[in-house]
């Protein structure tokens, strides 16, 4: 049994407006055993695609590497852009070494909700995975369900939107939440059978999973 520790605090610039959200890094980020394109920051995989979709988003010419230069442009654009990363699993238990949030058993959540009152700008959640079992959007769930506040659906489309209300000092502060394709290599499958995306690929034979996510992000970074 491999106890998988989140090896990130949570990166919430001051007035940061959205917050990305997800679950936990691979675990080679957990023991420092990073691999050759790795960047040592929330999610640095060279195997995850966020990243990589931003760069194409913003022109960033980020650096892909295992350098101080490389998590220091992240945090820049971050920090100039108003957005911060708050995984919601702060440790599980694994029984195989792999980043599935599946295999992920006695889970220990960060309190969300904490670091949204806390941060009194913030009112998107950008979720890097939808609904499915152990997903960003299947434990906020959980914590909403236990604090008695409802999630609300705005749009069932890819991506889902849905949106909360937090109270505050006598006032209701709306929170939406966006539920986005992971990027992930694993979602590639869910991506081809996404109507959307046939409709594109039919439109445009040459465009990809990737094109898709990037098509995607845009809209709501």
Request: charged residues 25%.
């Amino acid at each position: 049994m491999f106890i998988h520790k989140h090896p990130y605090k949570p990166f919430i610039p001051e007035g940061a407006t959205k917050l990305i959200v997800g679950t936990l890094p691979p675990p080679r980020f957990s023991m420092g055993n990073l691999k050759k394109g790795d960047v040592d920051f929330c999610y640095g995989s060279i195997d995850g695609q966020l990243w990589k979709i931003l760069d194409e988003i913003f022109t960033l010419n980020l650096h892909f590497e295992t350098t101080e230069l490389a998590i220091q442009q992240r945090k820049k654009f971050l920090s100039e852009n108003n957005l911060g990363i708050c995984d919601i699993v702060e440790s599980c238990e694994r029984l195989k070494m792999d980043a599935s949030d599946l295999g992920m058993t006695t889970i220990i959540l960060r309190d969300l909700l904490f670091y949204i009152k806390q941060n009194p700008k913030v009112h998107t959640l950008l979720l890097t995975g939808g609904s499915s079992k152990n997903g960003p959007e299947y434990h906020l769930r959980r914590q909403l369900k236990e604090k008695n506040i409802a999630l609300k659906l705005i749009s069932g489309e890819t991506p889902r939107i849905h949106e909360f209300e937090l109270q505050e000092h006598k006032t209701n502060r709306k929170i939406k939440v966006i539920s986005l394709t992971a990027p992930s290599g694993s979602a590639n499958r869910a991506v081809g059978s996404n109507p959307d995306y046939q409709r594109l690929k039919k439109q445009n034979p040459k465009i990809n999973t990737f094109d898709f996510r990037v098509l995607q992000y845009k809209k709501f970074f």
